[in-house]
């Protein structure tokens, strides 16, 4: 144990460091080595445009770096394994993705993951929305967000270990432990497993997602509503508005576009919704969905074709908010 | 009291409830799960954790001693037995010498058995066995009792779950992967923000427009390019292709987009003429990123920091891709998924253990609340 704590602390200090060490030992050498002092003037200029002509590239260089190798270079790369076997040695061109439309095991995760992109982030939106007003005005309305908000700290293993003692299943003669099947046995029901029940596991599987990203949700649309026009507010008030109408005439068309982002950023999050399926159920029961399928083809079938074939499918999927926001930010930048 | 002002009263009523049962939806599934992992082990596992303060009944058998703790006495040959430890608050109800005779005798009350031979089992789960030849037997007869336990509560779980389970190890081996992966990418992205915000050089824009694309690329794409470039890299140079390095480097990759955009906003947003007439000074970028838009940025990096630290933190593919498992190597993450498979029915494992992997996160959660509200707010277009 203390070996392990000396050794991880070692690592710790060489790992951050060194990279200290490169940006600043660059600089210098860069400012040594390119001094204009003691030069003569007509190469003193030119010194110091190649040296402030290079030092851009020391700032960036490393991050350009990582982004090429880990990012850009893979996606690319990934394209390419789509189209190989499942060595990535040669090409089979359409087969994997022949698979992918003609297999079981992707339709249903594709029904299931359209399920999931239709349900969680209207759920999660639509309760952080109430959540954001109701609170506004309350004097423990911090208190409450704040309990809210926690599960987005929680680590989505953590968070369906959580959700798993909830739909805990003992037979039906003994207590049960989990609290729905407890819920569901004093109304009268009986106890059921309910996470290898089809369709409805999936529900149970989105909850988890859902109770997490509706504190990410409140937060953001709690500071869009605080940004509502407070004399907006006190004219429809004094006009005789009711409060229901006064959120769904006023406070909600004032902030539709961030509820756009945040609908969207929900999104984004749940096509790439892994941990909690891999944890729960691990895609039995009809529950897979492209992430963890992929994460099965590519360790449990050894098969970089297709597995490289759905995070293509996966890639696709966000390409169209990916160009909106490129757009949208070229926008703001001039 | 007006009408109006009654409805308005009421309207604030309904929402406090409202708002009351939403928190405790959102609270409940986690007291559970607290509650649980502090509960004993065999009262988690047949009552449920709402019912943590109230006494659990059961029915339990103990076997009495073997005739060499007899001692001679006024009355004849006599075996004392206590069923419950000293700490043990049990309480025995009724009792009796088989399964289905449990309830035959009443706590206290004495059963003369076929030899003649009176046995009593008091409520404190005493027993007295009287005889007036020796005892022979050489193995003891069993009682059944219905026995009311007081609610008990023990660290044992966590104390078992840190040693015997791996946590302890994951939990340590978490922490080396996640303070330089949260390191290393904010004082990457701190370099090239910089150079983006205040630095004029060719393909800016482009570059630009480049991270802010690659804030969406979901990790899939990369996991089998950047898994097959390690292995050929550890094929040429000797290196584990799986190991600390890599993974740190994997986290430094996925995190470095939404790092660069956040960093870089905040900085544009700082003012232009100080940094301008820095430069006119003769002070070069180092210095003025040193010394001047470091210090300010403390709250940009703070809220990227946050965010970074629970992501790794949190975080299980990144991990079993490109650390994988091991000795000195598993995560709490994959830990708690391996319970999840060999120990997915020993709750007080379960419970413990989760509990000790979401503990690190809520405090900085919790202590750190402003700035990651802040980040959020600033960023929102990441998906995780």
């Given at each position: 144990m203390f070996q392990q704590l000396v050794n991880a602390a070692i690592a710790i200090v060489f790992a951050v460091g060194g990279s200290i060490l490169f940006y600043v030992g660059s600089n210098l050498l860069l400012d040594k080595f390119l001094t204009s002092d003691g030069a003569p003037a007509d190469k003193q200029i030119k010194r110091d445009s190649l040296r402030e002509g290079i030092r851009p590239w020391i700032f960036v260089g490393p991050a350009l770096a990582f982004l090429l190798v880990f990012l850009v270079y893979p996606v690319f790369k990934s394209l390419q394994l789509s189209f190989m076997d499942r060595e990535g040695e040669e090409f089979v061109w359409f087969t994997n993705y022949v698979w992918a439309f003609t297999s079981d095991g992707f339709q249903s995760s594709i029904i299931n993951n359209l399920l999931w992109l239709i349900i969680v982030p209207t759920m999660s939106t639509m309760f952080g929305l109430v959540i954001a007003y109701l609170t506004d005005r309350i004097w423990w309305g911090k208190i409450a967000r704040t309990l809210i908000f926690l599960p987005m700290a929680i680590s989505f293993v953590g968070a369906s270990i959580i959700w798993k003692f909830v739909y805990d299943y003992r037979g039906p003669g003994s207590d049960q432990i989990g609290i729905l099947n407890a819920l569901v046995?004093?109304?009268?029901?009986?106890?059921?497993?309910?996470?290898?029940?089809?369709?409805?596991?999936?529900?149970?599987?989105?909850?988890?997602?859902?109770?997490?990203?509706?504190?990410?949700?409140?937060?953001?649309?709690?500071?869009?509503?605080?940004?509502?026009?407070e004399d907006t507010l006190e004219a429809s008030t004094l006009d005789g508005a009711s409060e229901l109408e006064i959120f769904f005439k006023i406070v909600i068309p004032q902030i539709w576009g961030t509820i756009v982002v945040v609908w969207t950023t929900i999104t984004i999050l749940v096509l790439k919704v892994f941990d909690i399926v891999y944890a729960m159920t691990n895609g039995q029961w009809d529950t897979q969905v492209l992430a963890n399928l992929m994460y099965n083809e590519m360790f449990r079938n050894a098969n970089s074709g297709t597995a490289s074939t759905v995070a293509v499918i996966l890639m696709i999927a966000v390409l169209p908010v990916m160009i909106y926001n490129i757009k949208s930010a070229r926008e703001t930048e001039q | 009291?007006?009408?109006?002002?009654?409805?308005?009263?009421?309207?604030?009523?309904?929402?406090?409830?409202?708002?009351?049962?939403?928190?405790?939806?959102?609270?409940?599934?986690?007291?559970?799960?607290?509650?649980?992992?502090?509960?004993?082990?065999?009262?988690?596992?047949?009552?449920?954790?709402?019912?943590?303060?109230?006494?659990?009944?059961?029915?339990?058998?103990?076997?009495?001693?073997?005739?060499?703790?007899?001692?001679?006495?006024?009355?004849?040959?006599?075996?004392?037995?206590?069923?419950?430890?000293?700490?043990?608050?049990?309480?025995?109800?009724?009792?009796?010498?088989?399964?289905?005779?449990?309830?035959?005798?009443?706590?206290?009350?004495?059963?003369?058995?076929?030899?003649?031979?009176?046995?009593?089992?008091?409520?404190?789960?005493?027993?007295?066995?009287?005889?007036?030849?020796?005892?022979?037997?050489?193995?003891?007869?069993?009682?059944?009792?219905?026995?009311?336990?007081?609610?008990?509560?023990?660290?044992?779980?966590?104390?078992?779950?840190?040693?015997?389970?791996?946590?302890?190890?994951?939990?340590?081996?978490?922490?080396?992967?996640?303070?330089?992966?949260?390191?290393?990418?904010?004082?990457?992205?701190?370099?090239?923000?910089?150079?983006?915000?205040?630095?004029?050089?060719?393909?800016?824009?482009?570059f630009l427009a480049m991270i802010i694309g690659l804030i969406v690329v979901p990790l899939q794409m990369s996991l089998i390019p950047v898994l097959r470039l390690f292995a050929d890299i550890g094929a040429i140079t000797g290196m584990p292709s799986k190991s600390y390095i890599t993974v740190w480097l994997a986290h430094t990759g996925f995190g470095l987009p939404l790092a660069i955009y956040l960093l870089r906003n905040y900085m544009a947003?700082?003012?232009?003429?100080?940094?301008?007439?820095?430069?006119?000074?003769?002070?070069?970028?180092?210095?003025?990123?040193?010394?001047?838009?470091?210090?300010?940025?403390?709250?940009?990096?703070?809220?990227?920091?946050?965010?970074?630290?629970?992501?790794?933190?949190?975080?299980?593919?990144?991990?079993?891709?490109?650390?994988?498992?091991?000795?000195?190597?598993?995560?709490?993450?994959?830990?708690?998924?391996?319970?999840?498979?060999?120990?997915?029915?020993?709750?007080?494992?379960?419970?413990?253990?989760?509990?000790?992997?979401?503990?690190?996160?809520?405090?900085?959660?919790?202590?750190?609340?402003?700035?990651?509200?802040?980040?959020?707010?600033?960023?929102?277009?990441?998906?995780?």
């Open positions: 046995v004093a109304f009268g029901g009986e106890p059921k497993a309910w996470i290898a029940v089809p369709f409805w596991n999936n529900i149970l599987l989105m909850v988890i997602l859902i109770w997490i990203q509706t504190g990410f949700a409140m937060v953001i649309l709690g500071a869009a509503i605080r940004g509502v026009p | 009291m007006s009408i109006e002002a009654h409805s308005t009263k009421t309207a604030a009523v309904t929402k406090q409830a409202m708002v009351i049962i939403l928190v405790m939806l959102w609270t409940i599934p986690t007291v559970g799960l607290l509650v649980s992992s502090v509960r004993d082990k065999d009262q988690l596992s047949v009552s449920g954790w709402w019912s943590a303060l109230t006494a659990s009944e059961s029915q339990e058998v103990y076997r009495l001693p073997k005739e060499d703790v007899q001692t001679p006495s006024d009355n004849g040959y006599l075996i004392v037995d206590e069923i419950f430890d000293d700490q043990s608050k049990a309480i025995i109800s009724t009792w009796g010498p088989t399964a289905k005779t449990l309830s035959d005798f009443a706590a206290g009350e004495t059963m003369t058995l076929d030899d003649g031979s009176q046995m009593t089992v008091n409520e404190d789960g005493s027993i007295e066995w009287v005889n007036d030849e020796p005892f022979t037997h050489n193995r003891g007869p069993r009682v059944f009792y219905q026995v009311k336990t007081p609610p008990r509560f023990t660290l044992d779980n966590y104390r078992e779950v840190l040693k015997s389970e791996g946590v302890g190890r994951a939990f340590i081996n978490t922490f080396t992967v996640t303070i330089p992966a949260t390191f290393i990418p904010i004082l990457i992205a701190a370099f090239a923000a910089y150079a983006l915000a205040w630095m004029r050089f060719k393909g800016r824009l482009f947003s700082l003012p232009k003429d100080i940094i301008e007439s820095a430069y006119m000074d003769g002070a070069t970028h180092f210095q003025i990123f040193m010394k001047m838009i470091l210090p300010l940025s403390m709250p940009a990096l703070a809220s990227f920091a946050i965010f970074q630290f629970l992501w790794v933190w949190n975080d299980l593919l990144v991990a079993a891709v490109f650390l994988g498992q091991g000795e000195g190597k598993t995560v709490m993450t994959q830990q708690l998924i391996e319970l999840l498979g060999s120990r997915g029915d020993n709750w007080e494992i379960l419970t413990s253990g989760a509990f000790i992997s979401i503990a690190v996160p809520i405090v900085v959660f919790l202590s750190m609340q402003k700035y990651f509200v802040r980040g959020l707010l600033a960023g929102s277009v990441k998906g995780g």
